[in-house]
């Protein structure tokens, strides 16, 4: 079972809002495997003030492959998540602001994608 850092610990960000941010991810149909359908349950939370996405991966097989993308400047950051030994993975982006898509793809290679915007 994942472990979900607590919201506490990050608080409020200077514009009193908070600083935690549950990013919505919607279910795209990949290329599946015929003989094994699994529906990983993925949540991702960014975390503004240390400029974190926290991943949490619960009942999968395999690996999970994580892609992140700001669509206003064109960074690239990769991460894997092996389900074996973690459920959890901690990914640090560089806080630059701009519209940020993520995209996951699971080893039966079904994918799931989420856009959130740092400003």
């Known amino acids: 079972m994942a472990v979900l850092l607590p919201l506490s610990l990050f608080g409020k ?3 009193n809002e908070n ?3 549950k990013i919505p991810l919607k ?4 290329i599946k495997n015929n003989r094994s359908i699994i529906v990983e349950q993925i949540e991702a939370y960014y975390y503004g003030l240390m400029n974190t996405i926290v991943t949490n991966v619960a009942d999968c ?3 999970v492959s994580l892609a992140i993308f700001n669509c206003s400047t064109g960074e690239v950051w990769h991460d894997t998540i092996d389900c ?3 459920q959890q993975i901690i990914t640090q982006l560089s806080g630059t602001p701009g519209v940020y898509e993520v ?3 699971t080893a039966s290679g079904d994918t799931y994608r989420g856009l959130f915007e740092i400003k």
Do not use: E, L, S
């Open 13 to 15: 960000n200077d514009d």
């Open 19 to 21: 600083a935690v941010m």
């Open 27 to 30: 279910f795209g149909q990949g």
């Open 61 to 63: 097989d395999g690996r």
């Open 84 to 86: 074996a030994v973690q």
């Open 103 to 105: 995209v996951y793809t």
